[in-house]
């Protein structure tokens, strides 16, 4: 990595209470101002990780040699400090906004009150900032939006007003986890434009969590592959044809392709010795 890590992660493992073993393992990676993927099936650990990070797991007991956002000491911070860093410099944007916005609120309150948590400003002036950044993504008549309720909103315009709320304070750091899963592939490729406009915009590092593939392949610029908690490969997204892992491997052949073979998909095997460490950290 040619610039300075915004985010310095090394083995990083989290052990839920009553958890028979860790559900992330010894995960280490770096992060400057670009776009890293972090993909894995289910239950693999991926969306514990950004949670960890966050310092979301009040239940789970995290650890790790060294977790640094920028001055921030992410493993020591007390939970004030914590309060002071969410929000503001690092946000999280979850997957299904209906499950994210508060029913009972207007969409622009709640856009507001995100930036007046963090800075301090009139409600005038936090209506304003909440207007623009609805409009700068690309959410059409934002007075209006600003004014409707969530069930109001459809799925796509929901998590852009979700993406509006993370970047309005302009965080260095953003934590994707499935921003996009609960849309269709038309408004899906709409968000994640914004998104990468906004980003690149910015300055901003970027973790996309994802169990797509192609969505890594064609919007990150690295990809972490993560397999029963461990990192089990990293590489340069655009590489991803390359990979070396046979995890990685079979997930790629188990994709349906376009005007591919009509036999049906392989079934991935497992081998016992991929959860064991691999270096594979990038």
């Known amino acids: 990595m040619n610039q300075s890590p915004i985010l310095d992660v090394q083995n990083l493992t989290v052990h839920y209470g009553g958890a028979p073993a860790p559900s992330v393992q010894d995960v280490s990676f770096q992060l400057g101002r670009e776009r890293l993927g972090i ?86 002036e936090a209506r304003a900032k909440a207007i623009a950044m609805l409009d700068a993504v690309q959410i059409r008549e934002p007075e209006r939006v600003y004014d409707l309720y969530p069930h109001e909103v459809s799925g796509g315009m929901g998590q852009r007003i979700m993406i ?52 890594v392949r064609n919007f990150c610029d690295r990809v972490l592959i993560m397999y029963a908690g461990r990192v089990v490969e990293a590489l340069n997204a655009a590489d991803l044809d390359k990979a070396q892992h046979p995890y990685t491997r079979g997930l790629l052949a188990a994709q349906p392709r376009i005007g591919g073979s009509r036999q049906p998909l392989p079934v991935l095997a497992r081998d016992p010795s991929w959860t064991q460490p691999q270096g594979a950290a990038l």
Do not use: W
Request: proline share 4%; with cysteine; hydrophobic share 45%.
């Open 39 to 124: 993909v894995g099936e289910s239950g693999s650990g991926k969306s514990t990780v950004g949670r960890a990070l966050m310092r979301l797991l009040p239940s789970a007991r995290v650890t790790a040699d060294r977790m640094q956002f920028e001055d921030v000491d992410l493993l020591g911070a007390s939970e004030r400090k914590m309060l002071a860093v969410r929000g503001a410099r690092m946000s999280m944007i979850l997957q299904d906004p209906k499950f994210s916005l508060n029913p009972i609120r207007r969409c622009g309150d709640q856009v507001a009150e995100a930036y007046r948590t963090h800075v301090r400003a009139s409600k005038a």
């Open 164 to 215: 509006a709320m993370m970047l309005l304070t302009s965080p260095d750091l953003v934590i994707a986890d499935e921003p996009t899963s609960a849309l269709d592939v038309t408004v899906r490729l709409q968000v994640l434009k914004i998104l990468d406009d906004l980003v690149r915009e910015q300055g901003i590092g970027l973790i996309m969590i994802s169990h797509d593939l192609n969505l």
